[in-house]
């Protein structure tokens, strides 16, 4: 079953933040955030390990609570160029199965 | 170095016909995958592979088949091809499994089943 992502949609102000969700029935060893622009292919970000920091990329970070079985994206001071579809990744637990989460509609308003 | 490359990038088929969507990596992983997307929807596991000669079944098989002989290639076959096949194919390379790695993933194949 894959992860599921909230919001399914956001819309901002350029200088605003967000952040997005994404959260598993399943156990999470490791996540990964893509951010896919519209008629292009996702493009990776970053990722969270189990016990590990709290990473960057530019002005996004994202963490990872292993209890909650959760991550969470932050975007701050958001940018045009941040519109487009954030999903989070992860292994299924046990297999190799690499799935993606439902996905998050981003749009940046000048 | 051009990372994962698919090809075609568009295609129209008739149903009932058969095709062969191309995967190749140049960076030596290990792991490669294929899904597919649909308008405004996420991304479906199709098949996956875990190394030369290892695949296994993704979320979404029916009608799909895979082989990889080699590590640098993954390619997907498509039977019989149904207008619900109709969709945005994307191959993805990752280095190893167990999370540790982000993957890659090629431009895309547009297919059109009519």
């Known amino acids: 079953q894959q992860p599921v992502q909230s919001p399914q949609a956001v819309i901002l102000r350029e200088g605003e933040d967000a952040v997005i969700n994404c959260s598993s029935s399943?156990?999470?060893?490791?996540v990964h955030w893509y951010r896919q622009k519209h008629g292009e292919a996702p493009v990776f970000l970053m990722i969270?390990?189990?016990?590990?920091e709290q990473m960057r990329h530019e002005k996004i970070s994202a963490s990872f609570n292993e209890k909650k079985q959760q991550s969470s994206l932050y975007l701050t001071a958001s940018q045009l160029s941040y519109s487009g579809t954030y999903f989070c990744?992860?292994?299924?637990?046990?297999?190799?199965?690499?799935?993606f989460g439902t996905g998050t509609r981003l749009k940046v308003l000048a | 170095n051009a990372g994962v490359t698919q090809t075609p990038k568009f295609q129209v088929l008739k149903t009932g016909q058969s095709m062969t969507l191309q995967c190749a990596q140049d960076?030596?992983?290990?792991?490669m995958s294929w899904y597919r997307q649909d308008p405004g929807m996420g991304l479906r596991l199709i098949h996956y592979?875990?190394?030369?000669?290892?695949?296994d079944q993704g979320e979404v098989p029916n009608g799909y088949n895979v082989s990889r002989s080699t590590t640098e290639d993954f390619p997907l076959r498509l039977l019989s091809a149904a207008p619900s096949q109709t969709s945005v194919y994307f191959c993805?390379?990752?280095?190893?499994?167990?999370?540790?790695?982000?993957?890659?993933f090629g431009s895309g194949t547009r297919l059109t089943v009519v």
């Open positions: 993805a390379s990752s280095y190893s499994g167990q999370g540790y790695y982000g993957y890659t």
């Open positions: 399943k156990a999470l060893y490791s």
């Open positions: 969270l390990l189990k016990g590990g």
């Open positions: 990744g992860t292994e299924n637990p046990g297999t190799y199965k690499y799935i």
């Open positions: 960076m030596n992983h290990e792991y």
């Open positions: 592979s875990v190394g030369a000669g290892i695949t």
